[in-house]
């Protein structure tokens, strides 16, 4: 009997038809009966881009075992998508015409948990290394700064939408770390990318009604490398490591633990 009303509880959880019950987040050791319901949304960062194993080695992967360990049943869904800005996801979370606007929408209105990785693709593919720096400043320039102001606007919006979906979710946001870090050979890149993403990173400390990840002061202490830091081509691989997601997991779960 037992087995058959767990199945009818994952069955109405995966279908939406019923919210789970308000959860009590487990803290560390605890072991809680219930159902919970994670949604990940963002860029590559949030897929899981450059691992072996994105489903276990990624961040939302790691945070999704946290929750597995601690909960009955554990409904996922990794909305992460390799390129996304943030203008992208706030048009599908606000854009009836968006094919993806029910889909987002309906997931994130049962959702207890939302983490969001967001920001890095409004400025980074702006940045070529072929550029001489001067160059790349004077002609890019108004473009980095104009990245950094949509950047600024769209942010909140997309936290204010998130939490008009659903009041009640629990939304830990990560924010830009420098991928140039510890590339001695691109120290100039690291210049024109720490200027801007620190312009950036201002708009997650203005916007309320979330938890901001610090993850730029986290990797920027570390000695170690947490970035995919092989080149392709003439691009730098801006994505964590397999030990940078684990950083990440550990800092957003320290807060969800809270």
Known sequence: MKWLIRCTVLF?????GIRAMPVKFAGSGDNVSSTIRYVALGDSIAYGYGLQDKEEESYVGLVRQYFEERYDYVVTTNFGQNGMRSEQLLDILTNPENTNYKKYRDTISYADVVTLSIGSNDLLHLIKLDFNMEEMIREGGAKFRKACSNFARNFPKIIKEIRTINPDVKIYANNIYNPAKGLSSYASVYEVAERYINLLNQAFQKAGG???????EAFDKEK???????????EID???SKEGHELI???VIKQIAK
């Open 12 to 16: 109405c959880s995966i279908l939406g």
């Open 210 to 216: 979330y938890c901001m990840i610090n993850i730029k």
């Open 224 to 234: 170690k490398s947490m970035i995919n830091i092989s080149l392709k081509g003439r």
């Open 238 to 240: 801006p994505h964590p």
């Open 249 to 251: 997991s550990e800092m």
